[in-house]
């Protein structure tokens, strides 16, 4: 399975160098703890409450299924196997 993390910009930020992610991984857990050791984020943490986590995250079937659903396919994403 594929999950993506987009930052939520919570707090008026961005939290890392990408904006968007896809973390290939078993599950949500797994690509929770895969994520926090590539980028050092923690995806669950809440740095304003009004705007609510870090990171909202979603799982789709594979990578291709992910972009094939992208308004805007020239998103830039950094994937992580
Ligand atoms: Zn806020």
Do not use: H, N
Not at 19 to 48: M, Q, R
Request: hydrophobic content about 30%; charged content about 30%.
């Amino acid at each position: 399975m594929v999950f993506s993390f987009s930052d939520t910009f919570s707090g008026g930020f961005r939290k890392s160098d990408f904006e968007y992610y896809l973390v290939v991984a078993e599950s949500e857990s797994a690509a929770i703890t895969k994520f926090k050791e590539v980028t050092g984020c923690d995806p669950e943490e809440v740095t304003c409450q009004c705007c609510g986590s870090d990171f909202w995250i979603c799982e789709y079937p594979s990578i291709e299924e992910y972009f094939r659903g992208l308004e805007d396919p020239g998103r830039k994403v950094k994937i992580i196997e």
